[in-house]
């Protein structure tokens, strides 16, 4: 086995956290085969699993690209921050906020939503605010990911005017969103405007206004040439 998978790397992390304990089902006989770990004969009798040198470096190796992932998320979503700053837009990361969905049979399903950037017009006039909520994509697999939980994204919806995905160059064509988002390509030196989002009327709610009340809006970088203007 040349390209360990996901539950494999999940597992040696567990593994290398833990005592070692088997568990002995499939990934444990994968692991094993493929020399990522190694059976310790304990006195007694029983048995403990250790991580080997080449399991060790797989983790590594794992931890060095999800470090790389998410730096290149962290400028994606800082980019795409700045961008509505320019646009004379209130920006804030990281919002925990909770939106209402109603269901066939009349109840309310409550989900929780995290946008990576949310941002309403500088206006005093709310009906002029129009909320927006950028969501940050920088590998494919996170995006289909994103796009098989339904009820997250419409909680999205439920919560801005204009819902956009954002999303690396390369990673998917615009044609695999779904037309109720704006798209947006993420190149190495810009965005570009693959798709625009929908525009509906929408006003933050009452638990949306306690949430920005709480936070604190991004400040524009200083070394932005356009801050001052």
């Not at 005017?161 to 999303?167: K, P, S, T, Y």
């Amino acid at each position: 086995m040349a390209v360990p998978t996901r539950f494999h790397l999940q597992r040696l992390r567990q593994l290398w956290r833990s005592a070692g304990w088997p568990c002995q089902d499939l990934v444990e006989i994968e692991l094993l085969a493929a020399g990522w770990v190694e059976r310790l004969q304990e006195p007694g009798g029983r048995e403990r699993l250790r991580v080997t040198d080449l399991g060790v470096a797989l983790i590594a190796e794992s931890l060095t690209r999800n470090r790389a992932a998410r730096d290149a998320h962290e400028l994606l979503v800082e980019r795409v921050a700045t961008e509505m700053q320019r646009a004379g837009r209130i920006a804030w990361r990281g919002l925990a906020l909770r939106a209402g969905l109603p269901q066939d049979d009349g109840k309310t399903l409550w989900v929780n939503a995290m946008p990576d950037v949310y941002s309403i017009r500088h206006s005093t006039v709310e009906d002029y605010l129009e909320p927006a909520i950028h969501e940050i994509k920088v590998s494919r697999a996170d995006l289909l990911g994103e796009l098989r939980r339904p009820a997250k994204s419409a909680a999205y919806r439920a919560l801005c005017g204009q819902c956009w995905f954002v999303i690396k160059a390369g990673i998917a064509e615009a044609e695999e969103i779904p037309p109720e988002y704006g798209v947006l390509i993420g190149h190495t030196s810009h965005l570009e405007l693959a798709r625009p989002a929908p525009r509906r009327a929408c006003k933050p709610d009452f638990a949306t206004w306690m949430a920005l009340a709480r936070a604190t809006p991004l400040v524009p970088p200083d070394d932005d040439p356009q801050s001052p203007l």
